[in-house]
């Protein structure tokens, strides 16, 4: 059984603009992310892609794309995979995350989450490190991150 978050990606991706209208879902629902204007490009069990442009509201001072911009993409694409690829009984959230900057941030960028180990049920929380790399046009990798999730079983209640 798919989450509701991957039937709704599967359902708008076989439309015309229906990645773009998912993405704007995802950040009318998180409307923080809307402010690097991220484009989610493959959403599946295990596995989130996801595009962000170059354009002048996501540079630093030295014209490159700014870290935190990187930062963003990364948390929302590792958010994404993790949230459609958790069994029903069980719920996330970000606990940490490491970045490095490898090099210059420019051009249309990639990011790729997938997770460090397998996602399953389990009757006490754990911790699930998932890596994201972000990769220039050329596909030189500028950014990994891996940010800790913490993965646990939903209450009974909600």
Request: positive net charge; aromatic residues 8%.
């Amino acid at each position: 059984m798919s989450s509701p978050l991957l039937t709704l990606y599967r359902r708008l991706s076989r439309w015309p603009g229906g990645r773009w209208l998912f993405t704007r879902a995802v950040c009318f629902k998180a409307p923080y992310f809307a402010s690097i204007s991220p484009r989610i490009t493959l959403l599946a069990d295990g596995r989130c892609e996801g595009t962000l442009a170059d354009c002048r509201k996501v540079r630093n001072h030295i014209g490159t794309v700014h870290a935190i911009a990187l930062c963003n993409l990364a948390e929302l694409t590792a958010g994404l995979m993790t949230d459609a690829s958790l069994p029903a009984d069980m719920r996330w959230t970000p606990r940490g995350m490491e970045v490095r900057y490898l090099a210059k941030a420019r051009g249309p960028l990639k990011a790729v989450a997938v997770p460090e180990r397998p996602i399953a049920s389990a009757p006490a929380g754990y911790e699930l490190p998932v890596r994201v790399g972000i990769s220039d046009a050329a596909g030189t990798e500028v950014f990994t991150a891996r940010i800790a999730m913490w993965v646990s079983p939903r209450r009974a209640n909600g």
